[in-house]
């Protein structure tokens, strides 16, 4: 039973426009979601992170929001830039225990 | 500050050996999580550590163990290798209150392959 999903295995864009990248969670009781990027032969590294008590939240060229009745959230990222290309990771997690990661979106940025 | 650091980068066994994964945390995190991540896949939950204690283990068989030792740093042992255990195996750590954690930091992945 994956909890956190990501449907989309690949993403495709072209330089300069924007990539949104979904991400659909079944357990309601996740309060803290968090997206993270992985290039190849690396460990995933940290991007953005938004509390179920909010719906917004922005750094930089990078958007999370969050839809708690629809369970579910969203990376927005404009504008793409080609070293945007990796694999993303959603992520959720009950009160900071456990985080549970879905299979990840392979994004490509195409200059 | 340093991050968080594994070894070995790469560790080749054959089948039925045992491989032990070591990670150091980030200083002042006291949780760790170990995570696999087989080809193609994405990361699966194998463990997470706190204060010593196993808090949490994944959908993974007895045969995948561990511990946290009392500076924090963590090792994973794989008993009865399999060929499907090649993979990347991630620690991350995380400055846990018991209530909200803030986010993982991962080290570089430990490279598995098993022959």
């Known amino acids: 039973d994956q909890q956190v999903k990501q449907n989309s295995p690949s993403l495709s864009v072209q330089e300069g426009r924007i990539s949104i990248l979904n991400c659909d969670y079944t357990?309601?009781?996740?309060?803290?979601f968090l997206w993270y990027k992985k290039y190849p032969a690396e460990g995933p590294t940290f991007l953005i992170s938004?509390?179920?008590?909010?719906d917004k939240n922005e750094d930089g060229r990078f958007t999370v929001f969050l839809n708690k009745s629809a369970k579910h959230l969203s990376l927005h990222i404009v504008p793409s830039q080609p070293g945007d290309s990796a694999v993303y990771f959603c992520?959720?997690?009950?009160?900071?225990?456990?985080?549970?990661f879905g299979p990840g979106t392979r994004l490509s940025v195409l200059p | 500050e340093a991050g968080v650091t594994q070894s070995p980068t790469h560790l080749i066994k054959t089948r039925g050996q045992q491989a032990t994964l070591r990670c150091s945390p980030i200083?002042?995190?006291?949780?760790v999580y170990w995570y696999q991540q087989a080809l193609g896949l994405g990361l699966q939950f194998l463990l997470w550590?706190?204060?010593?204690?196993?808090?949490n283990r994944g959908n993974f068989p007895p045969r995948f163990s561990g511990r946290q030792f009392p500076n924090y740093s963590s090792e994973l042992n794989v008993n009865a290798l399999e060929l499907e255990d090649s993979a990347l195996y991630l620690c991350?750590?995380?400055?846990?209150?018991?209530?909200?954690?803030?986010?993982?930091?991962f080290g570089e992945g430990s490279r598995l392959t098993v022959l």
């Open positions: 938004i509390s179920s008590i909010k």
């Open positions: 357990n309601s009781m996740f309060d803290y």
């Open positions: 992520a959720a997690s009950v009160r900071g225990q456990n985080f549970v």
């Open positions: 550590y706190d204060e010593g204690e196993e808090r």
């Open positions: 991350a750590s995380s400055l846990y209150s018991g209530l909200v954690s803030g986010e993982l930091f």
């Open positions: 200083s002042g995190h006291t949780s």
